[in-house]
């Protein structure tokens, strides 16, 4: 054998042991995309049994997000105490408890505390997948590994929505509680399986566990020598000498995560400033630019545009789940080719063109008392488009950025911040989307929804760098860089996709 085939051997094998990983890692994620989807239908019939009103739907809607902005938080300090493998598993568990209760559910009040339960392991989810993925990929396929979690999200979603379809045949009393309760059975394996999975070897290596964080990055790299020469740059970000040989470093509680609130919050650096205003801007627009409003309360769009039987607007709904799936499996082979700048900026493009459409068709429909079928088309098409070119730009660019940005000292914090941003303003959607549409109309919500896509454009455009193709370490020095200087740099790779 040759060397360069036995180099792309090895490559190869890298690249199958770092998917692998993250297959299993996205369990997590396809249980809470299962939780999102399946509320959209189960509320349908939830309404009818429990005899709740639309403030208490509202409630429902939220308290999911509102418990994972908690959830978050904590889950980020923490994975730095006991570890990112240990973190999901938490994570398993408290997705099957939440589960178990929603599935049992003699009430409302039951509802919404299992509810509140299972969105406590959705911030856990959402800030330890896209860490624990980042940390074992290699640069050159990274954003693909990074994104999988975001797809795993999108195709669980999809089987909440094929879930209503088939449980809605089932008697009212049973069939939502089916719903819910049957995410309790991949949340158990999850939690058993995961204990076979290798730890992150930038977390060992933050831990001073330096022989077992070499063994992991020759796994994952397609040479010694590649190994050799990530592992010194990650004992670097660590603040250990680069030339340490034992297989154990003894580590100051600072040194292994513990001063990361002062470093990200109270004296932080111009790049990690910088860092983390980029991180929390991209996920306020993530939520902010309506997608939350599309997914869980797509059957209420549907109707407005006038699909008003429960099968056909569980049918139409299901189509949104197959258009997310699709389309975000588009943008996993896209963000190491074409890059995570270029897709946002083109995704949400396509974004604001689809609200703009949407909100004049809906605004054509409420402003007519006839039937407008070219209307209900137009709606029907501009909210899978909006869902298409969300899944292949701030979807999954959203998770993959902010894995990769943070320094690994502040990582898990920086990413907990960020997941807590993503669900409060996803918990503001969800909460106050039905009031909004009935004080400005279903069309003009979505207006609303397009002019903060327009506002969203113009920061990406000037705060964020691209990352494509850079390691962790490298990605700290991009963001350290003058404002003017990464200006300059960045002006050819514009030019080249334009």
């Not at 509102?66 to 408290?94: E, F, H, K, N, P």
């Not at 869902?387 to 990769?404: D, K, N, Q, R």
């Not at 549409?437 to 113009?458: D, E, I, N, R």
Request: with cysteine; net charge positive.
């Amino acid at each position: 054998m040759t060397a360069g085939a036995r180099e792309k051997g090895d490559e190869e094998k890298m690249n199958k042991y770092a998917l692998s990983c993250t297959i299993v890692i996205s369990m997590i994620s396809i249980i809470f995309g299962y939780d999102t989807g399946v509320m959209s239908g189960a509320m349908i019939f939830i309404e009818e049994d429990l005899k709740i009103n639309d403030i208490q739907v509202s409630v429902l809607a939220a308290i999911l997000n509102l418990c994972a902005l908690v959830g978050s938080l904590i889950a980020g300090r923490l994975s730095d105490y006991i570890g990112r493998r240990y973190t999901i598993v938490a994570a398993a568990i408290v997705f099957l408890v939440g589960s178990v209760l929603m599935g049992y559910s003699p009430n409302y009040p039951v509802l919404l505390s299992g509810r509140c339960i299972a969105g406590i392991g959705v911030g856990f989810a959402l800030m330890i997948a896209p860490v624990y993925t980042a940390e074992i990929s290699p640069p050159k396929s990274r954003g693909f590994l990074t994104s999988l979690p975001d797809m795993a999200i999108s195709f669980g979603i999809l089987l909440g929505y094929v879930s209503n379809f088939f449980f809605a045949k089932l008697s009212l009393t049973l069939g939502w509680r089916m719903m819910l309760g049957v995410a309790a059975i991949p949340s158990l394996g999850l939690a058993i399986g995961i204990l076979k999975m290798p730890e992150s070897p930038r977390w060992l290596t933050m831990k001073g566990r330096l022989g077992e964080a070499k063994k992991m990055l020759l796994k994952i790299c397609s040479s010694e020598e590649e190994a050799e020469m990530r592992f010194k740059d990650i004992k670097a970000a660590a603040g250990i000498d680069e030339n340490t040989t034992g297989d154990f470093v003894k580590r100051s509680n600072e040194e292994q995560g513990g001063g990361a609130w002062k470093e990200l919050l109270l004296r932080p650096t111009p790049s990690v400033r910088w860092i983390l205003f980029a991180a929390v801007g991209l996920h306020f627009f993530d939520h902010a630019t309506g997608i939350e409003a599309i997914l869980l309360y797509s059957p209420r769009i549907f109707k407005a545009a006038g699909v008003h039987s429960k099968k056909k607007l569980l049918l139409a709904t299901v189509g949104v789940g197959i258009t997310k799936t699709v389309f975000i499996s588009v943008a996993t082979f896209l963000l190491d080719r074409v890059g995570r700048k270029p897709l946002l900026m083109i995704g949400t493009s396509g974004m604001v063109i689809a609200l703009a459409v949407l909100g004049f068709a809906l605004t054509m429909v409420e402003n007519t008392k006839e039937k407008l079928m070219w209307a209900l088309i137009v709606s029907i098409i501009a909210v899978y488009t909006f869902v298409a070119f969300f899944s292949m730009g701030i979807g999954p660019i959203a998770w993959v950025y902010l894995s990769e940005i943070f320094p690994l000292r502040v990582r898990a914090l920086g990413v907990g911040i960020g997941v807590a941003v993503n669900r409060l303003m996803n918990a503001t959607v969800s909460f106050s989307f039905i009031s909004i549409y009935k004080a400005m109309t279903m069309g003009g919500a979505a207006f609303m929804f397009c002019g903060l896509g327009m506002l969203s454009m113009v920061f990406f455009y000037f705060f964020l760098p691209e990352t494509k193709g850079k390691t962790l370490e490298e990605i700290e020095v991009l963001f350290g860089k003058k404002e003017k200087e990464v200006a300059i740099e960045s002006q050819p790779m514009r030019h080249q996709y334009q």
